[in-house]
C-alpha cells in the first residue's frame, strides 16, 4: 500500500531480459531496503528481487510489461518512486494499491502563468472510475481531478509536484501508468454485480 506522495525521482540504471522477466535496475541508494519488500516504480508495485551499492533491481514479468510503461523504460529515464506505507504513517495522498488498471495517453499540456495542467485520455473501460474531484494516480503520483469530459480527463499540477515529479517533463503521447480510485472502483463493481 502506497500513499502516491513520489519520495523522489531516480535514473534506470539498466534494464536487462532474463527468463520470464525484464530485470530493471534503478540508481538507488536506500540502506534501508531489504529483499522481498515493496517499492512503487512509476506507480507499479515491484519486489525488491536485487541489492547492490547505489542500485535496487526489480523482476517485471509479462503482465506487468504489458499493463503499464515499464516496458518502455531504456537506461538513463527518470522514474517516480515510492517505498510502500508503514503503519503510523500519515497518509498524504490517498490510498494507492500499486495494481496499475492500465495506461492512459497524455493528449496535451497546458502551460502559462496562472496554471500547469495535464489533459489525459483514458481506455473507454477505465472511464467510469474517473470522476471530478475524485483522486487518481499517475505514475505514481497522487492527484486530484479536475475537470472530466467523456474519456478524456484533466489534472491541475502545483509546483511542488512538477519538482519532485516526472509528470510536467513528459509530452504529449505518453503513456501514464493509471490507477483509478479504489473506492469508485468497489461502487461501481459492486453496483454493476447488482445490476444496478
Same mark, same amino acid.
Given at each position: 500500500?502506497?500513499?502516491?506522495?513520489? &519520495? =523522489?525521482? %531516480?535514473?534506470? *540504471?539498466?534494464?536487462?531480459?532474463?527468463?520470464?522477466?525484464? /530485470?530493471?535496475?534503478?540508481?538507488?541508494?536506500?540502506?534501508?531496503?531489504?529483499?522481498?519488500?515493496?517499492?512503487?516504480?512509476?506507480? %507499479?508495485?515491484?519486489?525488491?528481487?536485487?541489492?547492490?551499492?547505489?542500485?535496487?533491481?526489480?523482476?517485471?514479468?509479462?503482465?506487468?510489461? +504489458?499493463?503499464?510503461?515499464?516496458?518502455?523504460?531504456?537506461? $538513463? @529515464?527518470?522514474?517516480?518512486? &515510492?517505498?510502500?506505507?508503514? %503503519?503510523?504513517?500519515?497518509?498524504?495522498?490517498?490510498?494507492?494499491?500499486?495494481?496499475? @488498471?492500465?495506461?492512459?495517453?497524455?493528449?496535451?499540456?497546458? +502551460?502559462?502563468?496562472?496554471?500547469?495542467?495535464? /489533459?489525459?485520455? #483514458?481506455?473507454? @473501460?477505465?472511464? =467510469?472510475?474517473?470522476?471530478?474531484?475524485?483522486?487518481?494516480?499517475? @505514475?505514481?503520483? +497522487?492527484?486530484?481531478?479536475?475537470?472530466?469530459?467523456?474519456?478524456?480527463? &484533466?489534472?491541475?499540477?502545483?509546483?511542488?509536484?512538477?519538482?519532485?515529479? #516526472?509528470?510536467?517533463? /513528459?509530452?504529449? $503521447?505518453?503513456?501514464?501508468?493509471? &490507477?483509478?480510485?479504489?473506492?469508485?472502483?468497489?461502487?461501481?463493481?459492486?453496483?454493476?454485480?447488482?445490476? *444496478?
Amino acid at each position: 500500500m502506497f500513499s502516491g506522495i513520489v &519520495e =523522489k525521482t %531516480v535514473r534506470v *540504471a539498466g534494464v536487462a531480459d532474463g527468463p520470464m522477466f525484464r /530485470r530493471l535496475t534503478l540508481a538507488i541508494d536506500w540502506p534501508d531496503v531489504g529483499h522481498g519488500q515493496s517499492i512503487a516504480v512509476n506507480g %507499479v508495485c515491484l519486489t525488491v528481487a536485487d541489492l547492490a551499492p547505489g542500485t535496487v533491481g526489480f523482476d517485471v514479468i509479462a503482465e506487468t510489461l +504489458s499493463k503499464t510503461n515499464l516496458g518502455l523504460l531504456v537506461a $538513463g @529515464d527518470l522514474v517516480n518512486v &515510492e517505498r510502500s506505507l508503514r %503503519v503510523g504513517d500519515r497518509i498524504d495522498g490517498h490510498f494507492v494499491q500499486g495494481h496499475v @488498471d492500465g495506461v492512459a495517453r497524455l493528449v496535451d499540456t497546458v +502551460s502559462n502563468e496562472t496554471e500547469f495542467r495535464l /489533459r489525459i485520455e #483514458t481506455p473507454y @473501460d477505465l472511464a =467510469k472510475y474517473i470522476v471530478p474531484k475524485g483522486s487518481v494516480t499517475i @505514475d505514481g503520483v +497522487s492527484l486530484t481531478v479536475a475537470l472530466v469530459e467523456g474519456r478524456a480527463f &484533466e489534472v491541475a499540477l502545483i509546483p511542488t509536484t512538477l519538482n519532485l515529479t #516526472t509528470l510536467g517533463s /513528459r509530452q504529449p $503521447g505518453w503513456t501514464f501508468n493509471l &490507477e483509478t480510485d479504489v473506492i469508485s472502483k468497489t461502487i461501481v463493481s459492486f453496483l454493476e454485480r447488482r445490476g *444496478a
